[in-house]
């Protein structure tokens, strides 16, 4: 494999599937399959998972919530979906682990950069829940920064869009792809593949980013092992 070490970034809407809302015990069992498909090739694998899914701080301000309050909402929604992702893990007889920006006893370890690289070392998929711990920060800010601290080879981000485009491929035919790019030249071109901390955190850390369409069954091992799927960020 190219890569022996790398963080993924998947959506918590990714997990509702076809529903509106929660957990679709069939993705679940997906991406658990797409993860153990890498693990089982001696892959070093930390995952990000939103909580959109269940709970989004800024649709909770929208509707009047306090926006500090709602991203502390939205990060126990990305708790519920880190320790759903464990269990199916652990079904599949996979090792794994959730590490908490927000340390909830006796369900997860506090995280730290030491303590996620040690499991890592140790064949744990490792789980990195509560986003920064910190509101206004996003799950894409979160995998930039888990990537960084678990000195990850590259942080690859899963959706439903097979890389980035010039323009919204879902509603424009003529949009082009990118195989590569540079950080400056998706800057320059005004592109949203991630927020702007988290490309930012990337570009001035040289961590490489993938952006990859994550629905469609071996993506994860291909982008893994160097194959041209998707589109490739870097410095």
């Known amino acids: 494999m190219k890569y022996k070490r790398v963080l993924l970034k998947i959506s918590g809407e990714s997990l509702a599937g076809e ?11 997906y991406y658990a399959s797409e993860i153990k498909s890498v693990y089982e090739q001696n892959v070093e694998i ?8 269940i709970f989004r701080g800024l649709q909770g301000a929208n509707k009047g919530f306090n926006r500090t309050q709602g991203d502390y909402m939205g990060m126990l929604a990305t708790v519920i979906n880190s320790l759903a992702l464990q269990a199916q893990l652990e079904t599949l007889g996979i090792k794994s682990v ?4 927000l340390p909830i006893d006796p ?14 070392e140790n064949n744990h998929v490792v789980i990195m829940a509560a986003g920064t711990g910190s509101p206004f920060f996003t799950t894409d800010s979160t995998g930039a920064l888990r990537a960084i601290e678990i000195k990850a080879d590259v942080l690859l981000k899963g959706t439903r869009v ?4 010039d323009k919204d491929p879902e509603k424009y035919t003529d949009a082009v792809k990118f195989d590569t790019l540079s950080f400056e030249d998706a800057y320059e071109k005004g592109l949203h593949i991630m927020d702007l901390t988290a490309f930012t955190l990337c570009k001035e850390n040289n ?4 952006v990859f ?15 041209n799927i998707g589109t490739t960020v870097t410095v």
């Open 19 to 29: 529903q509106s809302y929660g957990i679709n015990k069939q993705m679940l069992d």
């Open 46 to 53: 930390g995952v990000v998972i939103g909580g959109g899914n």
């Open 98 to 101: 959730v590490l908490s920006a």
């Open 107 to 120: 369900l997860c370890e506090k995280v730290s950069s030491r303590r996620a690289i040690h499991y890592l």
């Open 162 to 165: 097979d890389g980035v485009y």
């Open 207 to 210: 961590m490489p980013l993938i």
């Open 213 to 227: 369409e994550m629905n469609t069954k071996n993506n994860f091992y291909k982008a893994v092992n160097g194959e």
